[in-house]
């Protein structure tokens, strides 16, 4: 397994910009694709964006196409979620998450990730 943990959240306002980390320690980073989720309060788990192993294919959902960049430094075995023109409707816990080379379905979907981090809170003021 690998562990995950978030960083980088906190309180900002509309339009502000705030990039997230999620440092892994554990099984070899480069292996796993990796995805980042958010669950605002009393939503459901709600796909935010996905990178592959390599970073040659990223992934986002149509909420955060063009304002979110996710991207990923294998030999710091980290990952990161680069966001801007924040929105109050971004607000949520933000998790990382893992998938290794097994899971081959549909990168949008939270079961095809193995590992989560604890999340980290992203709070939008209008």
């Known amino acids: 397994q690998v562990q995950l943990v978030e960083s980088g959240g906190g309180l900002v306002q509309t339009g502000d910009s705030l990039r997230l980390s999620c440092a892994a320690s554990?099984?070899?980073?480069?292996?796993?694709?990796m995805g980042w989720f958010r669950q605002a309060p009393g939503k459901e788990l709600e796909f935010v964006a996905a990178?592959?192993?390599?970073?040659?294919?990223?992934y986002y959902a149509e909420s955060v196409q063009g304002r979110f960049t996710i991207s990923r430094d294998n030999a710091k075995n980290t990952l990161y979620l680069q966001m801007s023109s924040l929105k109050p409707e971004d607000t949520a816990v933000y998790y990382c998450?893992?998938?290794?080379?097994?899971?081959?379905?549909?990168?949008?979907?939270?079961?095809?990730?193995?590992?989560w981090g604890q999340g980290t809170q992203v709070t939008v003021s209008s």
């Open positions: 990178v592959t192993w390599s970073a040659g294919r990223t």
């Open positions: 554990g099984r070899t980073f480069s292996n796993y694709a």
């Open positions: 998450a893992a998938r290794g080379p097994t899971y081959t379905s549909s990168y949008y979907q939270s079961t095809q990730y193995e590992n």
